[in-house]
C-alpha cells in the first residue's frame, strides 16, 4: 500500500478497500426488506409487508450518508498510515481527474 498514489486526496486503492462491503449493503437492505415482510409487527398490517419506493430511497439515503463516513474515516487512517511509513512529503500525489 505503500506505493499506492494519492488522488484527489484519496488512495487509488479506496475502492479495493470499499469493494467487500458493497455487496455486504445490499445484502443488508434485502434482509430489511425480507424481515419487515415476515415481522409479527407487521402482520396486523399487510400494506406495510411491501415498503414504498420512498421508504425504501430514504433507507438508501441513510446507508449512503453511513457508507460516506466510512469511506472518508478509512481514507483518512489510511493515509495516516501510509504517510507515516513513506515520511512527511514522500507520497506520489496525482490531481483528481
Do not use: Y
Request: hydrophobic share 45%; with cysteine.
Amino acid at each position: 500500500m505503500l506505493d499506492t498514489a494519492i488522488i484527489g486526496g484519496g488512495l487509488a486503492r479506496m475502492p479495493d478497500v470499499q469493494m467487500p462491503f458493497r455487496d455486504f449493503i445490499h445484502a443488508l437492505l434485502d434482509d430489511v426488506v425480507a424481515f419487515n415482510r415476515t415481522s409479527c409487527a407487521l402482520s396486523n398490517f399487510p400494506g406495510e409487508h411491501h415498503l414504498s419506493k420512498d421508504h425504501v430511497q430514504t433507507i438508501l439515503r441513510d446507508i449512503a450518508a453511513a457508507w460516506r463516513d466510512f469511506s472518508l474515516g478509512a481514507n483518512r487512517r489510511l493515509l495516516a498510515r501510509a504517510e507515516a511509513a513513506a515520511g512527511p512529503g514522500n507520497l506520489l500525489l496525482t490531481p483528481a481527474s
